[in-house]
Antibody, heavy 120, light 107 residues
Framework: EVKLLESGGGLVPPGGSLRLTCAAS????????LSWVRQAPGKGLEWVST????????HYADSVRGRFTISRDNSKNTLYLQMDNLRAEDTAIYFC?????????????WGQGTLVTVSS | EIVLTQSPDFQSVTPKEKVTITCRAS??????LHWYQQKPDQSPKLLIK???QSISGVPSRFSGSRSGTDFTLTINSLEAEDAATYYC?????????FGQGTKVEIK
């Protein structure tokens, strides 16, 4: 059974930093791309970042490029999102989502999300 | 960036009615369009992949179609459990983008 469990959310002041973690199980972690997708309170879904599987590269939305860094530790089946210089508009639930395959980049599994609140 | 525009934003529907949600892409994306359902306080769930391909475990009343850059999600004979917000998502080119969502309420 595929499971994705996010953690690390919380309250942080503007300009602060936070690291999110997504612990995965139930599939061959290194083979799959994983993404972070966020949802501001009462709003829609916004793709944030993707780290491709099979030693592939990272990609970012313009809204976070240069402030957020995605990484993965295949030995620990874990995905990370380092968020620096946080802004109020980064307040959202952050979901970890698994891509079906490199050639099929839709999201077949999602975690339950972790809430990040940026406020003084 | 490819913009996806959904219509309507909100729909209030009686059980057993048919629901149609449209997603229009700002440029050609082939059939690289997927649909998700998100119920309140839950994470999204994949409903349809590649415009019209069904997903194992998803009720057969959910179907999708494509006409050029216009995509349609149809819910035949709506059930009370279908109350949710529905999103389209394109995987044709980065950045991946989502439609703004369509909230379906049960009358």
């Amino acid at each position: 059974e595929v499971k994705l469990l996010e953690s690390g959310g919380g309250l942080v002041p503007p300009g602060g930093s936070l690291r999110l973690t997504c612990a995965a199980s139930g599939f061959m972690f290194s083979n799959y791309g994983l993404s972070w997708v966020r949802q501001a309170p009462g709003k829609g879904l916004e793709w944030v970042s993707t780290f491709a599987g099979h030693g592939g590269s990272a990609h970012y939305a313009d809204s976070v490029r240069g402030r957020f860094t995605i990484s993965r530790d295949n030995s620990k089946n874990t995905l990370y999102l380092q968020m620096d210089n946080l802004r109020a508009e980064d307040t959202a639930i952050y979901f970890c989502a698994k891509e079906r395959a490199a050639a099929d980049p839709y999201f077949d599994y999602w975690g339950q999300g972790t809430l990040v609140t940026v406020s003084s | 960036e490819i913009v996806l525009t959904q219509s309507p934003d909100f729909q209030s529907v009686t059980p057993k009615e048919k629901v149609t949600i449209t997603c229009r892409a700002s440029q050609s994306i082939g059939s690289n369009l997927h649909w998700y359902q998100q119920k309140p306080d839950q994470s999204p769930k994949l409903l349809i992949k590649y415009a019209s391909q069904s997903i194992s475990g998803v009720p057969s009343r959910f179907s999708g179609s494509r006409s050029g850059t216009d995509f349609t999600l149809t819910i035949n004979s709506l059930e009370a459990e279908d109350a949710a917000t529905y999103y389209c998502h394109q995987s044709s080119s980065l950045p991946w983008t989502f439609g703004q969502g369509t909230k379906v309420e049960i009358k």
